[in-house]
């Protein structure tokens, strides 16, 4: 199993510029969530979805935007990017929601210039 | 909604000391306490978890404890090892998880 993947792991982006962070799962979870990690600070939650074609907000989804169109995708698309998305983002995916254990992708690094 | 909070910021041990790290919750319907370990430029990692229902648990060198009465949780490691330098997160969740600012927690040699 490969778990939980993400691409790209790097990007740059111009202000006013959109794109679509990938995430992928193989462990057939119903699960999965979009964090972000700014430097020097904990995991806040963006977007989180209970099962394909359900998809509810976090704590910070303001600028962004998700999909869940199968159990292995979940996709994170930021609209006219900011420098204040500038982040590590962390796609994570469990079986069950709230007492399981999340397993996280290895992170996609977001600077916007 | 659950707000948690997480302390001390940074540690710092020597090699074979023990090391705690506390956390405080607001939401008394959390009901799951996990613990991150999260190496510099890697992903979070689960180091253990704890839930409500428990209030002790231990996993060879490190164990968590939860005290609900007074919604807080702590992570002890003993005989530390420079190994254990990382970043270490604490969570709470009754169903979304919200995470601790997280811990710097130095081994020296």
């Known amino acids: 199993n490969a778990g939980v993947t993400q691409t790209p792991k790097f990007r740059i982006l111009k202000i006013g510029q959109s794109m679509t962070l990938q995430c992928a799962q193989d462990m057939n979870h119903n699960y999965m969530y979009w964090y972000r990690q700014d430097p020097g600070m904990g995991l806040k939650l963006i977007y989180y979805s209970v099962g394909a074609g359900i998809t509810d907000k976090g704590e910070v989804p303001n600028g962004y935007n998700v999909s869940r169109s199968t159990t292995e995708d979940f996709p994170l698309r930021l609209e006219l990017a900011a420098p204040s998305q500038t982040s590590v983002y962390f796609c994570?995916?469990?079986?069950?929601?709230?007492?399981?254990?999340?397993?996280f992708g290895p992170g996609t690094r977001l600077t916007v210039l | 909604g659950e707000n948690v909070e997480q302390h001390p910021s940074t540690l710092s041990v020597q090699e074979g000391d023990s090391a705690v790290i506390k956390c405080t919750y607001s939401?008394?319907?959390?009901?799951?306490f996990p613990w991150y370990k999260q190496e510099l430029g890697k992903r979070p990692q689960l180091i253990i978890d704890i839930r409500s229902n428990v209030g002790e648990k231990k996993d060879q060198r490190i164990a968590v404890t939860l005290n609900k009465t007074a919604k807080h949780f702590s992570l002890h490691i003993t005989e530390t090892q420079p190994e254990d330098s990382a970043v270490y997160f604490c969570a709470a969740s009754i169903g979304d998880m919200r995470f601790g600012a997280g811990t710097r927690l130095t081994v020296k040699p």
């Open positions: 939401d008394s319907a959390s009901n799951y």
């Open positions: 994570a995916s469990s079986y069950v929601g709230g007492g399981d254990e999340q397993f």
